[in-house]
């Protein structure tokens, strides 16, 4: 084994470790523009360890890819439950109003709100 094997194995255990309590808690909600995206990201490097021959390595993005797909399907806040659509509603809804703010106003206000719900832009 090579040294880097283990450092990017005890990487991707450290990423599962500070990720658990997103998982355990039942109030977390991840959207799914960063769980979605973690996730994939999880999967290619693992596949690329894998062809390099970094077989830890690849384990270890594999697992932490694994989480960010739990976190997706059990934190998500499009809807509460474990039970999940199948379709990536939420995910177009959420690129549409990205691409349709474009070249507006770089403070998405509706997003942000005060202690009083209220969002104040001074």
Do not use: K
């Not at 005890?10 to 960063?34: C, H």
């Not at 549409?96 to 209220?118: E, K, M």
């Amino acid at each position: 084994m090579m040294w880097q094997d283990l450092v990017f194995m005890l990487g991707s255990g450290l990423s599962i470790v500070f990720l658990a309590p997103t998982l355990r808690d039942a109030s977390a909600r991840v959207p799914l523009g960063t769980s979605l995206p973690s996730m994939a990201i999880g999967l290619v490097y693992a596949t690329t360890f894998f062809t390099l021959g970094m077989t830890f390595s690849a384990a270890g993005s594999l697992a932490a890819g694994a989480m960010w797909a739990l976190i997706a399907l059990v934190r998500s806040p499009a809807t509460p439950t474990v039970v999940r659509n199948t379709d990536l509603t939420l995910v177009a809804q959420d690129a549409r109003r990205w691409l349709g703010r474009l070249g507006s106003d770089p403070v998405p206000v509706d997003q942000y709100a005060g202690i009083d719900g209220h969002y104040d832009r001074h």
